[in-house]
């Protein structure tokens, strides 16, 4: 598609329970991350992928959260066990690679809202 | 690390007054700097950005931005704001000769404007 492509657009689940959300990012776009937008707290880098290099997961809250990228295209945001806390809108973003092409402007997709009740 | 401090978490302002919102970076070598924009139940998009040469950035929507390497900030203004720029506003900054390492985000501020 045109744009970056997020699913599902709203997870309510049980506290306790894993998730996945899903992200397809722009067609021929190597560097693909994951933000979390929480109330009051602006945008949290949670993990980064490009290309085949392996991913900057220094963003990533605890052991509970895993993201994965097969193909170097969609990627899959896991979230085992979910707490209260987990509940969040979480966003996609790709961008071109390559240092001197790199402008830093990332592509953003609608997110994920999840809510752990 | 590079951060990024928006002093205002919420401003209201009236249709049609000036407003600018504050944002500042940590003190870098040089910096990319950008302006996203999020509007109700949407995801983010750009608005602006700052990479080079001209330190008045004009974007979309009549949004503009001025590079102040000395005071490392980077504020946004609209001279006329309208009732669909009510929005939240994101100011982000990344280290050019890193690669892609990750934007990095500040809280944003959530722009009312009132009839």
């Known amino acids: 598609g045109a744009g970056v492509s997020q699913s599902p657009s709203n997870k309510v689940t049980e506290k306790g329970k894993d998730v996945e959300l899903r992200c397809d990012p722009i067609s021929g776009h190597t560097a693909l991350y994951w933000y979390r937008q929480s109330l009051g707290q602006g945008l949290e880098f949670l993990i980064y992928?490009?290309?085949?290099?392996?991913?900057?997961k220094s963003g990533l809250p605890s052991d509970r959260f895993s993201a994965e990228r097969t193909g170097g295209s969609v990627s899959t945001l896991t979230i085992q066990r979910t707490q209260q806390e987990d509940s969040a809108v979480y966003l996609c973003?790709?961008?071109?690679?390559?240092?001197?092409?790199?402008?830093?402007?990332?592509?953003f997709g609608e997110g994920s809202r999840l809510t752990v009740l | 690390a590079q951060s990024v401090t928006q002093l205002d978490s919420q401003v209201p302002v009236f249709e049609e007054a000036p407003v600018e919102l504050r944002c500042n970076y940590s003190?870098?070598?040089?910096?990319?700097l950008f302006w996203y924009v999020q509007y109700p139940n949407q995801g983010l998009q750009l608005l602006l950005k700052y990479l080079s040469g001209s330190t008045l950035v004009k974007g979309i929507n009549g949004f503009e931005a001025e590079f102040n390497k000395s005071q490392t900030s980077f504020h946004l203004r609209k001279p006329s704001v309208h009732i669909s720029d009510t929005a939240e506003y994101f100011c982000a900054v990344s280290d050019p000769y890193s690669g892609n390492t990750p934007l990095v985000f500040g809280k944003g501020t959530r722009l009312s404007v009132i009839a």
């Open positions: 003190s870098s070598v040089s910096v990319y």
């Open positions: 973003a790709s961008s071109r690679s390559g240092r001197l092409s790199n402008t830093g402007e990332l592509f």
């Open positions: 992928f490009q290309g085949n290099s392996a991913p900057d």
